[in-house]
């Protein structure tokens, strides 16, 4: 399943907000001058020890690099207490070309309660405007705009990076960008901008415990048929139920993440966000899905993510043909029928949005339950039917058999238990 050749019809939904990778807006502040403090060049490091690094930066311009935690060597200043070096925080990544010499990650946290990224140079230069800089939105109001530190965290606490118990942690939108010598096709170059994020990230100093550095409590493991998306790369592939992590958010009921989702297509397959806090209207917001393909990396959302829609009720009044591709909950599962999924590539530059004319039925079922409620209740009746790999019909298939069911339209493999 290595090449990918798209076969879908491109359908378009009006008010989708994508958030694809460098796309970039300019902040109303000056241009800025291209340099390094002078003051961070001049200081020596000590080193601290092994901390956890999950990345807020390059992950953030750059489409290809994820953000997976990783241990990394914590320096800090022996002239400034608070203000620490990462060192080599990010692997070399065949998708770009990467500067060694520039693979350190600078925080000062000299004042925990206003955490700045002082502006540096990017390992990885952008395709199109070559050298990129980036900082947090904490430095550049202090030191390109003038904005005082009370005045910035009262006009904007969220984008605030604090450190506590050990740990800071970096939200979504907390970065600005900068190409010195860019084309200025879009802005002058020297001029701070700002990325629509995909991750948020976090650093876990030596000896932090790190109890509270995730998000995500496991609820154990489930079963998962994927059918919207592996099912692209050949017509006739017949999803296979897996058992994953499931997980869910610590501060948001009701949002689940699917560990490691989609790595049956990809070694490279990441996790699977899902926004269940309505049960009879669950939403899964526009993210990467860790594969690669001719056209890019391959985005999801659903349907139910479209700006016009707040529940169930809106969705099927703008549009009655999309009751048949709302996303559903239960106390066993989730259930995606086969055109509530769309794909995305924005790589390719344009804001399409494709179906999968190969897509099938999918579900995530939760931990212990019995896989009885993926099936639509308009089926619940139907026979169930068991097929070796060779399409031949089984009767009684055994324990640890590996088999095709199919229970009225609904058709996937799995292993008895």
């Known amino acids: 399943m290595n090449k990918f050749t798209l076969v879908a019809t491109a359908l378009m939904l009006p008010a989708f907000a994508f958030a694809g990778k460098q796309q970039v807006k ?49 320096q800090e200043s022996e002239q400034k207490p608070g203000v620490y070096r990462l060192v080599n925080p990010w692997q070399k990544n065949d998708n770009v070309n990467f500067n060694d010499e520039l693979n350190y990650l600078v925080i ?23 050298e990129t800089w980036y900082c947090s939105y904490t430095d550049w109001a202090v030191n390109v705009v003038g904005i005082d530190k009370e005045t910035f965290f009262s006009l904007q606490p969220d984008k605030v990076p604090q450190l506590r118990d050990g740990v800071i942690k970096f939200s979504r939108n907390t970065m600005a960008v900068m190409y010195p010598y860019g084309t200025g096709a879009e802005f002058e170059p020297g001029t701070w901008s700002y990325t629509n994020m995909e991750y948020e990230g976090y650093l876990a100093l030596p000896g932090a415990s ?45 949002v689940y993440k699917v560990v490691k989702a989609f790595q049956a297509s990809a070694p490279t397959g990441r996790d699977l966000i899902i926004d269940a806090r309505q049960p009879g209207f669950v939403k899964v917001e526009e993210q990467n899905t860790g594969v690669n393909s001719t056209n890019g990396w391959v985005y999801i959302l659903s ?21 048949s591709r709302n996303i559903t909950m239960d106390e066993k599962g989730i259930y995606f ?66 088999v095709i069911v199919r229970k009225g339209s609904v058709t996937y493999k799995t292993i008895i238990r």
């Open 303 to 323: 349907v139910s993510t479209n700006g016009m829609f707040s529940d169930y009720e809106s969705m099927v009044t703008w549009n009655p043909d999309y009751a």
């Open 26 to 74: 300019p902040l109303d502040a000056p241009v800025a001058k291209v340099a390094a403090s002078s003051e961070i060049e001049s200081y020596t490091w000590k080193d601290l020890g092994e901390g956890t690094f999950s990345d807020f930066v390059l992950s953030n311009l750059f489409v290809g690099i994820f953000n997976e935690p990783v241990k990394v060597m914590v």
């Open 210 to 254: 790190g109890e509270d550095v995730e998000d995500w409590v496991s609820i154990g493991k489930g079963r998962f048929l994927e059918g919207f998306l592996e099912t692209i790369f050949d017509e006739d592939y017949v999803p296979e139920e897996r058992e994953v992590e499931i997980m869910e958010n610590k501060t948001v009921a009701g």
């Open 337 to 402: 029928p086969k055109n509530s999924i769309l794909l995305y590539f924005p790589q390719t530059g344009n804001a399409s949005v494709y179906t999968n004319p190969n897509a099938v039925d999918s579900y995530l079922l939760f931990p212990e339950s019995d896989g009885v409620g993926h099936v639509s209740a308009d089926e619940s009746d139907a026979p169930v039917m068991y097929f070796n790999l060779q399409g031949m019909r089984v009767e009684s298939p055994q324990p640890g058999q590996l």
């Open 108 to 130: 000062d946290a000299s004042d925990p309660d206003y955490v700045m990224v002082p502006a540096q140079q990017s390992p990885v230069a952008d395709a199109q405007e070559g």
